[in-house]
């Protein structure tokens, strides 16, 4: 639709204190235009960088990227936020391999759906005849090229967007508009300059740098946030080593850059913070109990934007933390053994992953990342819980617990592999079992 030259400025102030009054101030506007950098995007798709992640390969998907027309007909403006997370991480347990490490996005609350209803919230200022649609991490949207654009930071050679007051650990979402809304100048600068920690610190080398037109390359089969979240099937045998004990995600490409050294911004927003051990999951998730059903944000972000009823519902979730629930470890300093424990446990893991963006690894996927975990730590401690995720009725939770179990390498722990050989009829897994017992 068509605005007023007047009435566009005002529009877009009042978008701004809609968004401050439910906690967020970093707040940009960039015209839908084309993006400079589709090119960019394709030569990583054609590389095969993106491995497994196929929806972010399909032909139409890389075309909406491109225009960002053939999802909102007519869009004009993106409103693009930045949303920022808890920064801290609990003392010691990156260097204590008993533990498990989850990223510090993953703690809290599902972000898609703090989020999601915060954009509803913004856009409820828009009149009726705009058209609105939000997205977190939910629609074929370059989000983090949309952000430098809207003037939100820069592409760190980590490949995150960077802002040099409050660093990178953020979330960002847009919500596309058919109206013109005055833009705000792009971020021309690029402070990363000669550093190069984060590509020195991957354990895995997934950052591969600049590429000639100045864009930061990742190779996320590589990554461990690729291999804990997104990737299905077995993890690549010389990766396992590399990931020492974080289970889901990784930060440490954020963890050694200056600009979150100095300037991490605190997040305000509760439902971020990590969970406790056995702490019942807050907000959203105690609203479908209680029969209130929520649209969920993943996979859909067809929201009109104007549903701000939903996240009235949100404020009045009332207090659920703290109350008691089917044991598991919590979010801020797990023990392997426990996580492991609770992957195991259908009841276990629902309570755990319930409302939490690490669901999305599944249940066998989440407990694969933790036996590698465990197979890094080596301790006959793992022994016992090893043993019973051998029996577990995926094959590759099986052939992941013979993996760590080989690493192990106690007299336990070859008793075990070899009772499990004598039974096992899937393939795959006879192999890692053989391969533990050669080890
Ligand atoms: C796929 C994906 C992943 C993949 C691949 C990551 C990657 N680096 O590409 C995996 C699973 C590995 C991943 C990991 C993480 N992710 Co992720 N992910 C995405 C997703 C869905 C798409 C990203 C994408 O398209 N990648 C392909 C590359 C090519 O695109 P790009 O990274 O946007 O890069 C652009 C620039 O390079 C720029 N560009 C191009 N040419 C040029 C030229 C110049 C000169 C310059 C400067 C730039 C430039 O344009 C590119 C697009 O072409 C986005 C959400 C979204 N829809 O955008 C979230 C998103 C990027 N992830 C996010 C987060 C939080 C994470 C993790 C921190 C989670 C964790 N702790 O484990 C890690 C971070 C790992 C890392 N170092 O990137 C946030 C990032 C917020 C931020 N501050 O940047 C996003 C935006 C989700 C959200 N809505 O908040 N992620
Ligand atoms: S998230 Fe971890 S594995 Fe992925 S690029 Fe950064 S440091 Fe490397
Ligand atoms: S660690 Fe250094 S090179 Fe990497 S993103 Fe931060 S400033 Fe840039």
Not at 185 to 213: I, K, M
Not at 277 to 292: F, K, M, N, S
Not at 406 to 422: F, K
């Amino acid at each position: 639709m068509s605005a007023g030259e007047g009435w566009a400025p005002e529009l877009a102030h009042r978008v701004r204190e809609r968004a401050r009054s439910v906690g967020i101030d970093r707040v940009g506007i960039v015209s839908a235009d084309a993006s400079p950098h589709l090119d960019a995007y394709r030569r990583w798709i054609g590389a095969d960088h993106h491995g497994s992640m196929a929806y972010l390969a399909r032909p139409d998907a890389v075309e909406r990227r491109g225009d960002l027309s053939r999802t909102v007909p007519g869009v004009r403006s993106v409103i693009v936020v930045a949303e920022p997370y808890d920064p801290d991480d609990s003392p010691g347990v990156p260097d204590d391999p008993s533990m498990g490490v989850i990223a510090r996005y993953a703690r809290g609350r599902d972000y898609h759906k703090v989020l999601a209803r915060k954009l509803r919230a913004i856009a409820g200022v828009l009149p009726d005849e705009v058209v609105a649609r939000a997205y977190v991490d939910t629609g074929p949207i370059l989000e983090r090229d949309l952000a430098r654009r809207a003037g939100l930071g820069w592409h760190g050679k980590n490949t995150m967007l960077i802002h040099p007051r409050r660093g990178s650990y953020c979330f960002l979402g847009v919500i596309l508009v058919d109206v013109a809304l005055p833009a705000d100048p792009p971020f021309e600068a690029d402070y990363c300059g000669s550093c190069r920690a984060c590509l020195d610190a991957c354990p895995t080398g997934a950052l591969l740098g600049r590429d000639e037109s100045g864009a930061p390359i990742m190779d996320a089969r590589r990554c461990i946030s690729y291999l804990t979240i997104e990737h299905r099937g077995a993890i690549p045998l010389e990766l396992r080593p590399l990931m020492g004990n974080r289970v889901f995600g990784c930060d440490i490409c954020q963890e050694v850059c200056p600009w979150n050294e100095r300037f991490a911004e605190e997040s305000s927003e509760p439902g971020y913070a990590a969970r406790r051990p056995g702490e019942r999951p807050t907000g959203v998730e105690a609203e479908v109990e209680a029969g209130v059903e929520v649209e969920s944000a993943r996979g859909g972000g067809a929201s009109t934007g104007k549903d701000v009823s939903a996240e009235t519902r949100a404020d009045a979730s009332g207090e659920t933390r703290g109350v008691a629930y089917p044991a598991h470890p919590g979010t801020e300093a797990p023990s392997l053994i426990e996580l492991l424990e609770t992957a195991l446990d259908e009841a276990a893991w629902d309570s755990f992953s319930k409302g939490s963006a690490i669901r999305r690894a599944g249940r066998a996927g989440f407990a694969c990342n933790v036996c590698v975990g465990l197979g890094n730590w080596g301790s006959p401690e793992a022994v016992p819980v090893l043993s019973a995720a051998l029996s577990d009725p995926e094959p590759l939770v099986r052939a992941h617990a013979a993996w760590a179990l080989g690493r192990v390498g106690s007299v336990e722990a070859r008793a075990a592999v070899s009772s499990r050989a004598s039974i096992e009829s899937d393939e795959s897994v006879a192999e890692e079992l053989a391969a533990a017992l050669e080890r």
